[in-house]
């Protein structure tokens, strides 16, 4: 017999600290594990089945993020009154922001138009413990004006096979970031803050695994005087050998947003 299906668009947010990213895992707390468990609750042990937009690393966090939730046999009957109660029954740190109804042919993989990230950071100083979750604290002072030249370099089509964590020569390499800057950061704030602090803000459709900490890994290094620009411009090159050894801290990252 035919069971009709449901399909809704989450979006959601998280502080990822304590969590060791989206896949499930044996013995190990991860979002999705505690997405599955509040829903299971809450949907009374109905068949359901969910898939996130992308993968995410353990301790990193998301001021919006998205999950398609898959139902049969009949609908949900009151999205506000579901997105309450899901709320209520979700540990603080993760909150659901929208529920969405989407058809049946869309996909949350391929249907995103672009993810922005931040990644947080501070210099110079020793941070307030507080600051840990999501921002990045390098003791040592850095070169800011260079390394926001360097952040141009991202920007644009490149081959970012060295920024790709264990990548093969059999992989995709080329791909396109709309927008790479490093800015002073005036979106985060918190009274336990240091009194500047930064972001590195990236915007495009896709990226590797751990391609956004690798490039901040290596404007680290370039703000320390271990590399300089033109080491920037020849990892970017089609058939570029270097590989780069820093990859920052998966605190400071947050997935800013993600629009379909």
């Given at each position: 017999?035919?069971?009709?299906?449901?399909?809704y668009?989450?979006?959601?947010?998280?502080l990822?600290?304590?969590?060791?990213?989206?896949?499930?895992q044996?013995?190990?707390?991860?979002?999705?594990?505690?997405?599955?468990?509040?829903?299971?609750?809450?949907l009374?042990?109905?068949?359901?089945?969910?898939?996130?937009a992308?993968?995410?690393d353990?301790?990193v966090s998301?001021?919006?993020?998205?999950?398609?939730?898959f139902?049969?046999?009949h609908?949900l009957?009151?999205?506000?009154?579901?997105?309450?109660?899901?709320?209520?029954?979700?540990?603080?740190?993760?909150?659901?922001l929208?529920?969405?109804?989407?058809?049946?042919d869309?996909?949350i993989?391929q249907?995103s138009?672009f993810?922005?990230?931040?990644?947080?950071?501070?210099?110079?100083?020793?941070?307030?413990?507080f600051?840990?979750p999501?921002?990045?604290?390098?003791?040592e002072?850095?070169?800011i004006?260079?390394m926001k030249?360097?952040?141009?370099?991202?920007?644009g089509?490149?081959?970012?096979?060295?920024?790709?964590?264990?990548?093969?020569?059999?992989g995709?390499?080329?791909?396109?970031?709309?927008?790479?800057?490093l800015?002073?950061?005036?979106?985060?704030?918190?009274?336990?803050?240091?009194?500047?602090?930064?972001?590195?803000?990236v915007i495009?459709?896709?990226?590797g695994?751990?391609?956004?900490?690798?490039?901040?890994?290596?404007?680290?290094?370039?703000?320390r005087g271990?590399?300089?620009?033109?080491?920037?411009?020849?990892?970017?090159?089609?058939?570029s050998?270097?590989?780069?050894?820093?990859?920052?801290?998966?605190?400071?990252?947050?997935?800013?947003?993600?629009?379909?």
């Amino acid at each position: 017999m035919f069971q009709k299906r449901y399909y809704y668009l989450f979006k959601f947010q998280f502080l990822g600290y304590r969590f060791h990213g989206w896949q499930k895992q044996p013995k190990t707390k991860t979002l999705h594990l505690m997405i599955d468990r509040t829903l299971k609750y809450v949907l009374k042990d109905r068949y359901f089945k969910t898939l996130a937009a992308s993968r995410t690393d353990a301790m990193v966090s998301a001021q919006e993020a998205a999950f398609e939730l898959f139902l049969r046999d009949h609908p949900l009957e009151d999205k506000d009154q579901f997105l309450a109660a899901f709320n209520a029954n979700l540990p603080q740190d993760i909150r659901a922001l929208s529920i969405e109804q989407v058809s049946a042919d869309f996909n949350i993989i391929q249907d995103s138009k672009f993810k922005e990230y931040h990644y947080l950071f501070s210099e110079g100083q020793k941070c307030h413990p507080f600051c840990a979750p999501i921002l990045t604290t390098v003791l040592e002072p850095l070169n800011i004006a260079v390394m926001k030249q360097g952040a141009k370099y991202f920007q644009g089509t490149h081959n970012f096979k060295s920024y790709c964590y264990k990548a093969t020569d059999k992989g995709l390499y080329e791909r396109t970031l709309d927008c790479c800057e490093l800015i002073e950061n005036t979106l985060y704030k918190a009274n336990f803050f240091p009194g500047k602090s930064y972001m590195l803000r990236v915007i495009g459709k896709g990226y590797g695994r751990h391609q956004i900490r690798l490039m901040m890994g290596s404007l680290i290094a370039l703000g320390r005087g271990e590399v300089d620009l033109e080491f920037i411009e020849e990892s970017l090159r089609p058939n570029s050998t270097i590989k780069i050894n820093f990859i920052a801290p998966a605190s400071g990252l947050i997935l800013h947003k993600i629009e379909f």
